[in-house]
Each structure stands twice: as C-alpha cells, then as structure tokens.
C-alpha cells in the first residue's frame, strides 16, 4: 500500500533559522506531490504542489520543495522561518497511474517558531 | 469566490445514534472528495465522486459509512449507528476538473461521539 512518512513530528525554531521538513513516499510509479499548511484555526491550505518539470518548486510564503525521485522524496524547506509560520505541515501523495484522484497524507509535522 | 463550506463544525453524537454531515463545494467543480481526520493524524481518504457519480468508496471503514451527491454539487456524509472510534473531523475537498488536481479544503466537521 501506498505510504507517506513525515520523519519530523515536532520541530521547534527561532525566528530566522532555516528549515528542512523531511517526506518520503513509498510508490514507485508516477507521482503529484504536495505540501499543505493548517494554521491554528483555519484550514488546510496549498503550500506548493510537483506534477513534472523542474524538481525544484517553489510556493506561496517563500516555501520550496524539491523532488528528488531517486529518493522518493520531497523535503520542505525555508531559508528563515518567522512566527507567523508556526502552523502543522502535511505531505500529500497522488498516484498519477492506478491511483484515481485521492490524496495520501503523512501524519503531519507541527512547527512553532519562538520569537 | 466563496470556498468549500462544511456544516455542522461541531456535532457531538450518543454512540448508536445517526448523524448527517453536509458538504458545500466550490460552485463549478466536477470532484468531491471526503476525508477523515484522527487526532494526531494526517487526513485519510473516504471516498470520491465526480459530478453525481460515486468513483471511489475504498477508504468508507465500514457499511454504517454512506455519501451520496445526488445533484452533483452538495455532498452528504451519513455515519449510522456511530461508535466512539469514529470521532475525528470530517474534512470535504473539492477539485475543479483540470489536469491540475489541487483539491481546496473546507474546515471539517469536528464530530465527538459520547
């Protein structure tokens, strides 16, 4: 079965530090890959999203991602993070072939960023 | 535009009792997509339907679980007999249909069954 891993569940940072939010799936076909953010309180909302082309992606907030297939990967990152990023992080995985429209998510990272 | 609306946002339930939950999609968009969400946990896959047809229903945990879109616009979730390990929030997604399968998210249904 098709699994998403978010290896970080809590990450704590200071404002300005970077950021690197590790996701591996398992599928080995074709792929659309996804990063989401729920801020307390609202819903979940697009980060960025891969469907081909070039591997690096970039998103709303200065988020970006980078596919790397060899790995089954997609790590988030930030160069510096501010408060207002503390929100919980979620990788979403669909299978292009076989796999209809639905999304599979990790379990979800929580970041807060101190002042 | 207005976005994905979901009512109620909170619903507490008797174990054994039914409960409805509906789903508002974004006005246009052909996919709806209902997902469940455990504490601690990411969203997992219910079901799908494109416009009125129910496409995928593999992720429904067990048969007192049923959606319907009879119109295909408005989605219910109906849960019958509901027992303590269905509390979760209930999330309802809607996609347009374009290659670009972006799913835009409402903001649950927070359902405690006592």
């Known amino acids: 079965a098709q699994s998403v891993s978010q290896h970080n569940h809590h990450v704590i940072l200071s404002e300005a530090a970077s950021l690197e939010l590790g996701c591996n799936y398992s599928y080995g076909g074709t792929v659309n890959l996804f990063w989401y953010v729920q801020y307390p309180g609202q819903h979940l909302q697009l980060l960025l999203k891969?469907?081909?082309?070039?591997?690096l992606v970039k998103g709303i907030k200065g988020f970006e991602a980078e596919f790397i297939k060899s790995k089954f990967s997609f790590n988030l990152r930030k160069p510096s993070v501010q408060w207002s990023d503390t929100a919980e992080y979620f990788c979403a995985v669909n299978r292009v072939t076989g796999g209809g429209n639905k999304l599979t998510f990790g379990t979800g990272t929580q970041l807060k960023v101190e002042l | 535009g207005a976005g994905v609306s979901q009512s109620p946002r909170y619903k507490v339930a008797k174990r054994g009792q039914d409960v409805a939950l509906r789903c508002d999609p974004i006005?246009?968009?052909?996919?709806l997509f209902w997902y469940q969400q455990a504490l601690g946990q990411g969203p997992e896959f219910l079901t799908y339907?494109?416009?009125?047809?129910?496409?995928?229903k593999s992720g429904l945990p067990s048969d007192r679980f049923f959606a319907e879109r009879p119109e295909g616009s408005v989605s219910t979730l109906k849960i019958q007999r509901t027992q303590q390990e269905d509390s979760a929030v209930y999330l309802c997604a809607s996609s347009p249909w374009t290659q670009d399968n972006e799913q835009f998210f409402g903001p649950g249904t927070r359902l405690t069954v006592l």
């Open positions: 339907f494109q416009n009125e047809a129910q496409l995928d």
């Open positions: 006005s246009g968009h052909v996919s």
């Open positions: 891969y469907f081909s082309g070039d591997p």
